[in-house]
């Protein structure tokens, strides 16, 4: 760095400076957005009884915009049963107050039919959704309210929970909130609370985890008579382990366990692999 080649700076000088540094602000503070971008890459197992049933697969990049694709299927004896298989993906902005989404779209399948769903959203508002084919019980379930769509977010976004600066990624912060979800078919809500702190150790992360008790709390789209609905707004045994990705501030589910009428369903990542985009893009 060059010296002033005056002994002082005039006031001028000084001024102009000042103006510079100012300005140079929003740029740094770009930069250093962008060094918390990261990639996460992670492979579920899914066991009904101790029993495997199936997989799933999640990879995403999380920063100031996030794109999160997750394909599932089932297998072993949950194929004899229901042959099925499912992909969905979320895109959207990560602001202060959590995921902004901006498009959703999600297509599961078995032996029997394929279902689609598409849906666009801003300002956590639903602009569109498609469902094909509608469902066929459409008539019996709890209408579905132009307010119903309205602060929420679609369920892979729900996937992404921010914690604030200066509170702890594995600490009481990371649970507490109450997420508002629509899937294009039925709106609910998702009530974590804090339970305390584990150590998840598994291929690609060992180490602190937030563990959250969820209660599932149905608002519309379903059907009242519905015992599974009813089952599961009365369950009490759904815990979330969240993982921390530290550079951007969020966390999302390494394990999810919970109480079914078949017995202990427990989701557990066998593998979770946390990057950094700028690294992946230099390679």
């Not at 995921?99 to 959203?121: F, K």
């Not at 132009?146 to 992404?160: C, M, T, Y």
């Not at 078949?262 to 990057?275: H, K, R, T, Y």
């Given at each position: 760095?060059?010296?002033d080649?005056?002994?002082?700076?005039?006031?001028?000088?000084?001024?102009?400076?000042?103006?510079?540094?100012?300005?140079?602000?929003?740029?740094?503070?770009?930069?250093?957005?962008?060094?918390?971008?990261?990639?996460?890459?992670?492979?579920?197992?899914?066991?009904?009884?101790?029993?495997?049933?199936?997989?799933?697969?999640?990879?995403?990049?999380?920063?100031?915009?996030?794109r999160?694709?997750?394909?599932?299927?089932?297998?072993?004896?949950?194929?004899?049963?229901?042959?099925?298989?499912?992909?969905?993906?979320?895109?959207?902005?990560?602001?202060?107050?959590?995921?902004?989404?901006?498009?959703?779209?999600?297509?599961?399948?078995n032996?029997?039919?394929?279902?689609?769903?598409?849906?666009?959203?801003?300002?956590?508002?639903?602009?569109?959704?498609?469902?094909?084919?509608?469902?066929?019980?459409?008539?019996?379930?709890?209408?579905?309210?132009?307010?119903?769509?309205?602060?929420?977010?679609?369920?892979?976004?729900?996937?992404?929970?921010?914690?604030?600066?200066?509170?702890?990624?594995?600490?009481p912060?990371?649970?507490n909130?109450?997420?508002?979800?629509?899937?294009?078919?039925t709106?609910?809500?998702?009530?974590?609370?804090?339970?305390?702190?584990?150590?998840?150790?598994?291929?690609?992360?060992?180490?602190?985890?937030?563990?959250?008790?969820?209660?599932?709390?149905?608002?519309?789209?379903?059907?009242?008579?519905?015992?599974?609905?009813?089952?599961?707004?009365?369950n009490?045994?759904?815990?979330?382990?969240?993982?921390?990705?530290?550079?951007?501030?969020?966390?999302?589910?390494?394990?999810?366990?919970?109480?079914?009428?078949?017995?202990?369903?427990?989701?557990?990542?066998?593998?979770?692999?946390?990057?950094?985009?700028?690294?992946?893009?230099?390679?």
């Amino acid at each position: 760095m060059t010296r002033d080649p005056t002994p002082a700076m005039t006031l001028q000088m000084r001024k102009m400076k000042k103006r510079a540094i100012l300005a140079s602000l929003p740029l740094l503070a770009s930069f250093a957005c962008a060094a918390q971008a990261e990639t996460l890459k992670a492979h579920y197992a899914l066991s009904l009884m101790g029993i495997n049933i199936g997989s799933a697969y999640a990879s995403g990049v999380v920063d100031r915009n996030y794109r999160i694709d997750i394909s599932m299927r089932t297998s072993g004896l949950a194929n004899l049963v229901n042959n099925t298989k499912g992909a969905a993906t979320a895109s959207g902005g990560l602001t202060a107050a959590g995921p902004s989404p901006a498009a959703y779209a999600n297509t599961t399948s078995n032996e029997e039919d394929v279902r689609t769903v598409r849906m666009s959203l801003a300002s956590n508002a639903v602009r569109m959704v498609e469902v094909k084919p509608e469902p066929w019980d459409a008539e019996q379930r709890i209408p579905v309210t132009d307010g119903n769509k309205k602060r929420v977010v679609d369920p892979v976004s729900a996937l992404i929970m921010n914690v604030p600066q200066g509170q702890e990624l594995t600490g009481p912060a990371a649970c507490n909130r109450t997420i508002s979800v629509f899937d294009g078919v039925t709106r609910f809500d998702v009530a974590l609370a804090y339970s305390g702190e584990q150590t998840a150790s598994t291929a690609g992360y060992s180490g602190p985890v937030a563990v959250c008790s969820a209660r599932y709390m149905p608002i519309a789209g379903h059907r009242p008579d519905s015992k599974s609905t009813r089952y599961m707004a009365e369950n009490r045994d759904i815990n979330v382990w969240l993982a921390p990705l530290p550079e951007a501030r969020v966390v999302v589910p390494i394990r999810i366990d919970l109480k079914t009428g078949a017995g202990e369903l427990i989701i557990e990542a066998s593998d979770f692999q946390i990057g950094s985009k700028r690294a992946e893009t230099r390679r």
